[in-house]
């Protein structure tokens, strides 16, 4: 069974920081890996897909990247704001009808 | 926006009795997935379909029900709620082109069962 972590659970930094958030999971088996963010109360938004044969994506400030053989995953953010205050949670699909399995997400405060 | 609503948003309901869920697209996309969203147990996969009339398990499906009887439309069904219900539901929705299952989220129904 595919397993996800997300480490830490919870990251505070000051506003214009570089800063980085990692996904591991344990079966390189997967279709493609989903970064989301998602605000108090709402649902999950979309921000990158990274497919099982690509190695980065990027939009933005933001830069996924998937190194399949160590089982991990970076989601790097440029120049934080506080509006990038949120849970980021990734997410593996491992199956041909998208089944996936999510990680518990990291909590970024961004502080002005 | 990926066009996907949920009702209904917010509902309290009663130990015992039916709820359904209801999950509109109009994406025309293929694929449909109802989660339920706990702390301390993430996003977890209910039931999902790959067609019309066409479903299967997630990892916690029992006490849920699903059908699908139009592409648009993905319901979600509680034969008889428990507190352990309680919970927000989101469904999603994903195209499948190429290989890759990109999701796109509705806002969620939050319910909660006394």
């Known amino acids: 069974k595919q397993e996800v972590t997300q480490i830490p659970a919870a990251l505070s930094v000051p506003e214009g920081e570089n800063l980085v958030l990692n996904c591991s999971f344990t079966?390189?088996?997967?279709?493609?890996l989903q970064w989301f963010r998602q605000d108090p109360g709402k649902g999950l938004t979309s921000l990158l897909l990274?497919?099982?044969?690509?190695r980065e994506q990027t939009s933005g400030r933001l830069n996924a990247s998937l190194d399949k053989s160590s089982g991990r995953s970076t989601l790097y953010i440029a120049a934080s704001q506080p509006g990038d205050s949120a849970t980021y949670l990734c997410?593996?699909?491992?199956?041909?009808?998208?089944?996936?399995?999510f990680g518990d997400g990291t909590t970024l405060t961004v502080k002005p | 926006d990926a066009g996907i609503t949920q009702s209904p948003r917010h509902k309290v309901t009663e130990t015992g009795t039916p709820v359904t869920l209801r999950c509109h697209q109009t994406?025309?996309?293929?694929?449909m997935y109802w989660y339920r969203q706990d702390p301390g147990h993430g996003l977890r996969l209910i039931h999902y379909?790959?067609?019309?009339?066409?479903?299967d398990k997630g990892e916690v499906s029992d006490g849920y029900s699903v059908s699908r009887s139009k592409t648009e439309d993905f319901l979600l069904t509680l034969e008889s709620a428990t507190s352990s219900q309680t919970s927000v539901y989101f469904c999603?929705?994903?195209?499948?082109?190429?290989?890759?299952?990109?999701?796109?989220f509705g806002p969620g129904t939050r319910l909660t069962v006394t």
């Open positions: 990274i497919q099982s044969s690509q």
């Open positions: 994406e025309n996309h293929r694929y």
């Open positions: 379909s790959y067609g019309v009339k066409d479903t």
């Open positions: 997410a593996l699909t491992y199956t041909n009808a998208g089944k996936s399995t």
């Open positions: 079966d390189s088996a997967i279709y493609n």
């Open positions: 999603a929705i994903s195209e499948g082109r190429e290989g890759s299952y990109e999701q796109y």
